[in-house]
Structures are given as C-alpha cells and as structure tokens.
C-alpha cells in the first residue's frame, strides 16, 4: 500500500469519524469535540530515550486518558452539570445573612440647621443589625420545566462522553492500524529491492559476459531505482503515521516505540443484519443522546410557553436590631408577590418561535440520526464484505505473481529470454503486495467501524478477532 493509498483510507476513516459525531454537539454546554479534536491529545510523560513496545491495547487506553477528544466532552459534561445547578437555584429558596454594625455622628451647623439653644452636634450613637433573609419563587413553571430540560441536556452530555470513549478507540484504533500497515508496506518494498537487485546483478553479469544486451541492463536498474523510490517514499509515510499515532495518544512525538500487534487477517462471522440493527438504536451512544436533547428541546418549547403563566414568590427577613445586643429586638417582615404578565405577548411569542425552531431542528437531526445508525451498520458490513472479499483475492494474486517472478527469472538465467518479463513480473508482484496490503488494512478498519456502529468499540478485539461482540 502506497503512500497515496493510505492517505486515502486515512481519509475516509475520519470522514466516518465526523459523520459518526454529528449531533453529539447540540446541548448547550461548552464548546465540545469535533471529529479533528479526536487526532489530538494532551501530551503525558517524557521520552526515555528507549524504544517501547507498544500493543494496540496501550495506545487504546493511553487514548482513553490523553486524546483531546475525550477530554473536550468531559469540560462540556462539566458545563452541563453546572448549567443543571444553576437552573436548580431557581427553584430553591434564596438564604442570605447579613450582620450591620453602625456608629454615627452628625453635625447640623454644617446642614445649615441652627437653632437657638439646640445643639449643632447630634452623636455619637449607633445599632447592631444581625438579620437573615429568603427570596422563594413557590409557583414558577417556566423554572421548573427550564430546569427539567437542563437535567435532559445534562443526560446527553454524559451519553456524548461515553460515545466520545467509541471515538477514541475507533481513532486510535485506526492510526494503529494504519503504522501496522506502513511496515508490512516497508518490508514488502524491501523485499523487493532485495529481489530486484538480485535481477539487476545477473543482467549486469549477463550483459558483461556479452549473452545479453545493454537494454536488459538499464531496464534492471530503472526497476531497482523505481523501487527504491517506493521504499523511500514508504518509509517517509510509516514516520508520518507515527507523528499521527503519537498525537492521538498523547505520546511524547520523539519518543520511539514499535507496533507489537500485527492484526493478522480474520474472516469475520456472519452476522444477522435485523439484530445488529436492533442492538444499534440500544447501544448507541450518540443516538441516546440526541433523544435526551430532544427531549431537552420540547420542555424548553413548553418553558416559553409557561412565560404566560403567573409567579407566586415570597419574601421575607428576621434580624435582631438594638444598640446593642442585650438591648436589642426582633424584628420580622414577610411578603408575598403574585405576578401575572399582562403586556409581553409578543416577546413571548417570539420565544415561542425560536424555541419551536431548535426543536424542530432536533427532531429532524433526530430523525436523520436513526437513519444514520442504520446507514453506518449497512456500510460497515457491506466494507467486510467487500475487504474480505479482495483480501483473499489480493492474497491468491500475491502467490501468483511471486511464481511468475520466480519463472521468469529462471528463463532469463537459462537465457531462453530477455529480462522483459522478469521486469513485468517484477511490478506485478509490487502491485499485487500493494493491493494486498491495503485490503487488509481495510478489511480491519471496517471491523472497528462495525463495532463502532454498533456501540461496541469496547469490544474491538472480539470484531478484529472476526466475531460479533458477545458471541
């Protein structure tokens, strides 16, 4: 596989990752991930200067705790959580304290006042005021179902975080898969290089021994340097993915590790396509969490339409208040307030409509989202099929082209031809390991994107082992 071939993959990988996230950001909290937040990460550790082994199972997990992704829907659940305690203030009684110590002097000459006989300086006198007061709205609808929508936007925010956990393995997952497929690409170009250097050696050796031309020669060494070219250009992309994997994890990009899990090919299981739909709309994190935010949106819509609606708040303090302390008195004042809106129809109505609006929306993206669910598992299983398909083609085509090679280079070295054909044979075998390669790295990616359709990422070993999770 190409350097091309796996930006290409690598493409319609994130292309998956972004389709599969749509929604997952309509509550209204902070800011939370996009599909590129998922390919950062916040740094963890130092490079030790040796190489680690790194499983596919430690960078999942060092995902899991470093990607940018999850750490983004994590502030935004925060967010959510904060907006729920606020709304829920509202609801509550207000309690407030307040102690007033007040010493005066006043001087009414300074007033203008003058009075015969009566004293310019009035003072020093002064009181102590300890006193609590509370602030309680007992009837507010439009409080109430606000704060119901906050604990359904709430809700979703932790159903985006747990979906953004599918998106982290799905990512990494990916990026892994991906530097595996690099190096199997890299050894099969060498190997290649290997095998052409041994042609170029015998048209050198035949062309000075004078049985064969100068054309078989340069034909040799215009195939060896072409897949020296490949080797170099493979190479520059197996260090690009590394940078890639590395940033995904949060692993220091300097730090140098090996891939210690080859993902060997694994046919996968038939699997009932009505019951991995149903398992879907149940296990789906996203889809969960878009129905709470619907919900959110259709209480917010009854919220403005309670603006309507009248308040009944009480007001009230009791304190004590005297010179001092052992002189001082009790004092209370309590009072109710029944409010009904009489003149703010239009700004209701205008409430109204944009409230009707976000829901609308919701339910549309809603809707769209269930068709997406079932879009995602259909174009999953037809992807296995598909790679399953070309990866034992590909495989078949691998062992024919190396025969080819091997029968062509026989004839040449027994001079019954020019090294015409070995060339041919040559670059079919080069396009047959490229076919090879890419197949496989998409026959596994489409396991992981199955398992990801499904709500199952956790379970990714069992789907790249070739099996449906819990089977």
Known sequence: ?????????????????????????????????????????????TANGQVMDLTLDDAIQRGLRTNLGIIL????????????????????PAVDASFKESYQQVDLAAEGIRFPGFPTIIGPY???????????????????????????????????ADDARQMVI???????????????????????????????DQAVANHEAGTAPKIDELRARVDYQTLEQQLISAQNSLEKDRLALARTIGLPLDQKFNVADKAPYAAFDEIDLDAALKQAHVDRKDLAAMVEQT???????????????????????????????????????????????VFKEFGIRGDEQQ???????????????NAQVDADVRDALLDIQSAQKQVEVAKSNVDLATEALSEAQQ???????????????????????????????RHNVAK??????????????????GKQGGK
């Open 170 to 200: 799905l990512t990494v997952g990916n990026a892994y898969l991906l530097v595996v497929a690099d190096e199997t690409e890299v050894a099969s170009v060498q190997a290649q290089v290997t095998t052409s250097k041994v042609s170029l």
């Open 411 to 441: 004839r040449y070295k027994a001079g019954v031809s020019d090294n015409l054909p070995v060339s041919q044979a040559e670059q079919s075998v080069a396009q047959a390991n490229d076919q090879y390669v890419s197949s496989l790295y």
């Open 448 to 465: 992981l994107s199955l398992a990801r359709s499904l709500g199952a990422a956790g379970q990714y070993k069992t789907y790249l082992e």
């Open 1 to 45: 596989m190409g350097s091309c071939a796996c930006a290409v993959l690598a493409a319609l990988a994130l292309g998956s990752l972004s389709a599969g996230f749509v929604g997952a950001q309509t509550a209204p909290t902070a800011a939370g991930p996009t599909a590129q937040s998922f390919q950062g990460s916040v740094a963890e550790g």
């Open 126 to 160: 002064g009181y102590v005021d300890l006193r609590a007061s509370l602030t309680w709205s007992l009837v507010d609808v439009k409080s109430l179902r606000n704060y119901i929508a906050s604990k359904h936007s709430f809700a979703a925010a932790q159903l985006t």
């Open 295 to 341: 919900k959110a949106a259709e209480l917010q819509r009854k919220a403005t339409t309670a603006e309507r609606f009248p308040t009944l708040t009480v007001d009230a303090d009791y304190g004590d208040i005297g010179i001092n302390f052992g002189t001082s008195h009790g004092t209370v004042d309590a009072s109710g307030n029944f409010s009904v809106p």
């Open 355 to 369: 409230a009707q609006s976000t829901l609308d929306t919701a339910k549309a993206q809603l809707s769209d989202k």
């Open 73 to 92: 829907s994590g502030t935004q659940t925060a967010s959510a959580k904060g907006q729920r305690l606020s709304q829920l203030q509202n609801l509550l």
